[in-house]
C-alpha cells in the first residue's frame, strides 16, 4: 500500500511573531518543517510540502530532491487542496500533517497508517482534554460545558483513504483540520491515540516546549584550538580575519592569523577531523599564504561535509599588541563571515609580562567551538 504525506508549511505563524515563516523556525539544529518530513519521510513514497507565496525557491533548496513544494493557499484547507492536486493516482493513503508539529514521530504516523491497513478510512491523533472547556457567544457568556471525558484535542498527521480525502475536498470548504471535512460528508473518522510531543508550535513559548522534548537530542560536541606566532619584521599583520596596518606580521606557512588558526584547530577537535596542520599543513603547498579567512572557509566546508553546523565560537587573542578593542565588530564580521555567518565571540587580553606572549615575542590566540551534528534529514 502507498502513502503520500502533504505537510502543510504555508502559514505565516502571525500568533508566533517570527520575521519569517513558522516553518522555517529553528528548533535545534534544523527548521520546523525538516523536522516533519524526518518523521514522514520513512513512511511516505510521496512528499509534497505547500510553501508560503515568495518562498517556494527557499524551501526548494531547503527540502532537496525528491520532495514536491507547491504554493500554498490563503487557508490552510486551501494549501492542502494544492497539495493533494499533486498526489498521484497510485496512492492508497494520504498522510496530511503540520509543519508546526514538527516533533510527531515517525511511530505515531506508523500507528494512523496501521489503522487505515485495518480498513479504516479516516484516521486521527487525538489527547484526552485535561482542561473543562465551556462554549461561549460572543459576549463572552457561557452557553454549555461539553462532558470533558467526551472530548479530543487533535492533531496530525490524519491520515486518510485517497479517494475520501479528495471527495472531502471537493466542497472546497474550509475547516482548521481535514477531518472536519470528512466527518462533513458523513464519513466515520476514528481516533487514535495521539501524543505530547506533537503539539502544535504556536507560539514562542511553545518551541521552549518542543525544545525541552529534544534537549538530549542533539548531539553537541566542543573543541579546543591554539596557535601562537614569532613576530617578523617587514610581514604584514593579518589577525581575526583583517589586515592591521603598521603593525608587525608574523611568521607562518600561511599568513599567520592565529586567531583565524585557533578557531579552525577548536572545530577540528569538536569534529574530530584532524587538526590544522594534518590538513593545511607544510605537505599541502597550495595552502602557503593562505589567508585565515580561506582556512576558515574551508574548514566550515569539511566539518559541514561531516554533518555539523556551528553553535558558537569563541576566541581570545593573548598579544601585548595589537589593541583589538576599537575593531573588534569588525573583525567578528570578518571571522563571521568566513564562517558563514556563525555565532562569534572575540576576546583579547595580556599576560602582565609573563610567558606566552608577555614577553613581547609574539601573538596567540586560544578559541573554543561548540559545534552540533546535523542529521540527515531524508531515509
Ligand atoms: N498552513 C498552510 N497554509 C495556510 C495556513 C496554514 O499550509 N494558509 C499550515 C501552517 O504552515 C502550519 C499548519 O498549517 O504548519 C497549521 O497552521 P497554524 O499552526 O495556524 O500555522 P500558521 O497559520 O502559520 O500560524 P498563525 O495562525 O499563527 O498565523
Ligand atoms: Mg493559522
Redesign the pocket.
Known amino acids: 500500500m502507498k502513502c503520500a504525506a502533504i505537510i ?9 511573531g517570527a520575521q519569517i ?3 522555517l523556525i529553528h528548533l535545534g539544529d534544523r527548521t ?1 518543517l525538516e523536522h516533519a518530513i524526518a518523521a514522514l519521510a520513512p513512511v511516505a513514497t510521496q512528499i509534497i510540502v ?1 510553501a ?1 507565496a515568495g518562498y517556494e525557491n527557499q524551501i526548494r533548496t531547503l527540502v532537496g530532491d525528491g520532495i514536491e513544494v507547491v504554493t ?5 484547507s ?3 487542496r494544492n497539495g493533494l492536486a499533486l498526489v498521484t493516482s497510485d496512492i492508497d493513503y494520504v498522510l496530511v500533517h ?4 514538527a516533533l510527531a514521530t515517525t511511530q505515531l504516523a506508523r500507528n494512523v497508517i496501521t489503522e487505515l491497513s485495518n480498513g479504516e478510512k479516516a484516521v486521527i491523533p487525538g489527547l484526552v482534554q485535561v482542561d473543562t472547556v465551556k462554549s461561549v457567544d460572543s459576549s463572552g457568556y457561557v452557553l454549555a460545558t461539553p462532558d470533558r471525558s467526551t472530548l479530543r484535542r487533535v492533531q496530525t498527521p490524519q491520515g486518510f483513504s485517497r479517494e475520501l480525502l479528495v471527495k472531502a475536498h471537493a466542497s472546497k470548504n474550509d475547516a482548521t483540520d481535514d477531518g472536519a471535512l470528512v466527518e462533513t460528508i458523513g464519513a466515520k473518522v476514528k481516533i487514535i491515540q495521539g501524543e505530547e510531543r506533537a503539539l ?3 507560539t514562542p513559548a511553545d518551541l521552549s516546549i518542543a525544545l525541552s522534548y529534544i534537549g538530549s537530542a542533539s548531539e553537541f560536541r566542543s573543541g579546543v584550538g591554539v596557535d601562537a606566532h614569532t613576530f617578523a619584521v617587514g610581514k604584514p599583520l593579518w589577525l581575526a580575519g583583517i589586515l592591521w596596518p603598521s603593525e608587525m606580521g608574523v611568521e607562518g606557512h600561511s599568513d599567520g592569523d592565529v586567531a583565524a588558526h585557533a578557531i579552525c584547530d577548536a572545530l577540528f577537535a569538536a569534529s574530530g577531523l584532524g587538526d590544522l596542520g594534518s590538513n593545511f599543513g607544510v605537505n599541502r603547498p597550495e595552502y602557503a599564504g593562505a589567508s585565515g579567512a580561506k582556512l576558515l572557509n574551508e574548514t566550515l566546508a569539511m566539518i559541514t561535509k561531516a554533518g555539523y553546523k556551528i553553535s558558537h565560537i569563541s576566541v581570545q587573542v593573548i598579544a601585548n599588541r595589537p589593541k583589538l578593542g576599537a575593531r573588534r565588530i569588525e573583525a567578528i564580521a570578518a571571522l563571521s563571515n568566513a564562517l558563514g555567518g556563525a555565532s562569534v565571540a572575540l576576546l583579547a587580553t595580556t599576560t602582565d609580562g609573563m610567558g606566552l606572549t608577555g614577553e613581547g615575542k609574539g601573538i596567540a590566540a586560544i578559541a573554543s567551538a561548540l559545534i552540533t551534528r546535523n542529521s540527515d534529514i531524508r531515509a
Not at 503540520?98 to 508539529?101: E, L, V
Open positions: 502543510a508549511a504555508a502559514g505565516s505563524g502571525e500568533r508566533f515563516p513558522k516553518a520546523l505547500t508560503p500554498g493557499g490563503a487557508t490552510r486551501e494549501s492542502v503540520d509543519a508546526a508539529r502544535k508550535i504556536t
